[in-house]
């Protein structure tokens, strides 16, 4: 039987720190967060391992980030309480217990009515307050809420994400990877005024997500 509590424990120690993840709330928050409530059933004993872990069994098959990626991703977006963060792709809803635990308005955003749904008892179940989970897709963010302080996409792209920045704060930051396979790299846009800065933090592989893949003959 796996002591979860020793697993999230070993997981700060010998996945974040090492990857310089060291914002201590953030850290704290990894900590205390229990991934394994948002794998799929039977899977609990997975939660820990430094890889993407399957969440759903769709059509569209959705991802929970390795935590490396995740808590470098994160901690890029510098959350602060009472911040408004769009959770894109959100699965059953880790990444948005963990924005919540930092003091985050989040809403959560997935594209699948039936994973939403299990976003929402995940977060229920783990009693995490201060997430609002929608439904619809994922490219076009959720407008109704915006501005967004920060909006983290879990999962990878290929396009430049153009709705989602639009809904971003003057000075706020979205975080994804971008590009596939060996040429992708997490990337980090700014807001300023109408112009986005980007720029390229560290390699990172992830999940493509469909709605943000180049369609053939698109030159990347």
Known sequence: MVDFTQARRMMVDSQLRTFDVNDIPLLDAMDDVPRER?????????AYI???IPVSKGAERRYMLSPMVMGRLIQALGIE????????????GYSSAVLATLGAQVTALESDE???ATAAECLAAAGVAGVTVKYGPLDQGCPENAPYKAIL????????????LEQLADG??????????RAARATLYVRSGDTFGERTMFDAAAPLLEPFQAKPGFTF
Not at 38 to 46: A, D, H, S
Not at 172 to 181: A, E, I, Q
């Open 50 to 52: 430094d890889q993407d």
């Open 153 to 164: 996409i879990n999962g990878a792209v290929e396009l430049r994400p153009e709705r989602l």
């Open 38 to 46: 948002f794998v799929l059933p039977g899977r609990e004993e997975l």
């Open 81 to 92: 309480a009472g911040d408004a963060v769009l959770d894109v792709a959100c699965g059953r």
């Open 172 to 181: 706020g930051r979205l975080v994804c990877v971008k590009g596939r396979g």
């Open 114 to 116: 039936g994973l939403a």
